[in-house]
């Protein structure tokens, strides 16, 4: 995103004949919300002088201390390609969340991507993240609602006139193009339906923004081809789930400190310290990477996502995957997290969770070079492989009783987070499914 001033906000207000503005902001779950203000009060936004009730947002205050202040960051302001019925234009500004003191408000998911971006600072270190997220796009009924009918039957890397969402997709890829976002390539994915467009790495901070707005948009344009387009990670059965692999580097300057040209495989000693803080964390960064109960639908064996927790230089069973690309290109990718997640939680969770690996030295396993579902029980325990956490439940307990996750988080966040993520496991757990009924009512 460009860097504006205030004052630069303001001119191209004027001159673009902008009439509303969306300030935004997410709750803890990652759901973007919004208050729409006329032009005329956004020089009062920009001074951080308006408020809002943030009682009845998911993670955020209780009633009896509901007053947040909406604090813009002049760096995400974009005006929207399209227009309003009026001919005006809307545009947006992302938000921090302020307490009405003004200092910064310790449930705001943004502030703590940046207290773990201001940790890797204080050892000169900025993240890179480049990610790549998966989506589908489904027919609306005759009323405008969701179905889950694929409007095609295409498979990966397939064009029109078998890929049906070519057209939409085109039109996601030009609006985001014309709000900033350097798209490297979109694509049909795996599964009917399913569709791929991933954009240039940035810092993280840039990235989890862009994230949010993607989601936005891809929404947005699915809505005005007559579709619907659900980062829901396995909403159908018996076909590929949605990922968003997450490309991670961490640079000095313009200096990739993940690549070592000195080694054979090209990978600095920072870089196997990192992946090893990854490695000892990712059982609790699952509860954050992958939040819903659907989640751990798409986390199972022969649909391509990670079940385990290994690392390798080219096989893709693994949850962490090294690139071939060396040089400025050198990172990781870490495959388990799915479009539905709070990016800012989860980048915040790897970043520390890689840099106590660098911090304490610490050392990864020997990477994996063979099939990971093709490997018995006892092979995998015999190398120590480990597996993700296999129900929401599960991944809770583990995200509970991690320190370094509970410092990330702070207890704010963690405790909102656990609190609402419980109450949905719970609602899940008790109920009473369609698959059960068909398959005991008459047998038992």
């Not at 991670?248 to 090209?266: I, K, M, V």
Request: charged share 25%; net charge negative.
């Amino acid at each position: 995103m460009a860097r504006r001033t205030p004052d630069e906000i303001l001119r191209t207000v004027r001159e673009q004949g902008v009439r509303f503005i969306r300030l935004q902001f997410t709750d803890v779950l990652g759901v973007i919300k919004n208050v729409d203000i006329p032009a005329a009060q956004l020089e009062k936004a920009l001074a951080g002088e308006l408020a809002f009730d943030g009682s009845s947002i998911e993670g955020f205050v209780r009633i009896e201390e509901s007053d947040m202040v909406l604090q813009p960051d002049p760096d995400t302001f974009v005006v929207f390609p399209w227009r309003n019925g009026d001919g005006t234009r809307t545009a947006r500004l992302i938000c921090d969340i302020a307490n009405p003191d003004g200092s910064p408000f310790e449930g705001d998911p943004r502030r703590v991507l940046r207290r773990a971006m201001a940790r890797a600072a204080e050892h000169g270190l900025v993240m890179n993240v480049g990610p790549e997220p998966e989506f589908f796009l489904f027919n609306t009924d005759q009323e405008g609602n969701a179905t889950t009918r694929t409007q095609d039957q295409a498979g990966y890397f397939d064009l029109a006139p078998v890929d049906r969402g070519e057209e939409a997709r085109a039109d996601m890829v030009v609006t985001l193009q014309e709000m900033g976002f350097e798209i490297e390539a979109s694509h049909h994915e795996v599964a009917p339906g399913q569709h791929e467009i991933d954009f240039k790495y940035a810092d993280a901070l840039t990235t989890a923004d862009a994230i949010v707005t993607f989601r936005f948009v891809v929404r947005t344009v699915a809505a005005a081809h007559g579709l619907h387009a659900t980062f829901m990670p396995k909403p159908l059965f018996g076909v590929n789930g949605s990922g968003m692999h997450l490309h991670q580097s961490l640079f000095r300057g313009e200096e990739n400190a993940f690549y070592d040209p000195r080694r054979p495989d090209g990978l600095s000693e920072m870089a196997l310290h990192y992946i090893a803080g990854v490695i000892r964390h990712a059982r609790a960064i699952t509860a954050l990477a992958n939040p819903l109960v659907n989640s751990y639908k798409r986390l199972v064996p022969g649909y391509e996502a990670p079940t385990y927790i290994a690392w390798s230089y080219r096989n893709r069973s693994p949850m962490i995957r090294i690139p071939a690309k060396r040089g400025l290109s050198t990172r990781i990718e870490l495959r388990s997290p799915d479009p539905s997640c709070n990016p800012y939680l989860v980048l915040a969770a790897c970043l520390r969770a890689g840099l106590e690996g660098v911090e304490q030295r610490l050392v990864p396993p020997e990477p994996v070079n063979r099939n990971l579902y093709a490997m018995s029980p006892r092979e995998r325990e015999e190398l120590g492989i480990e597996e993700l956490p296999g129900s929401l439940g599960e991944a809770l307990e583990e995200l509970r009783k991690d320190p370094l996750m509970r410092e990330t988080l702070g207890e704010h966040v963690l405790s909102r987070y656990l609190e609402a993520k419980e109450i949905e496991w719970e609602i899940y757990r008790s109920q009473v499914h369609p698959w059960e009924v068909e398959q005991y009512l008459r047998t038992f």
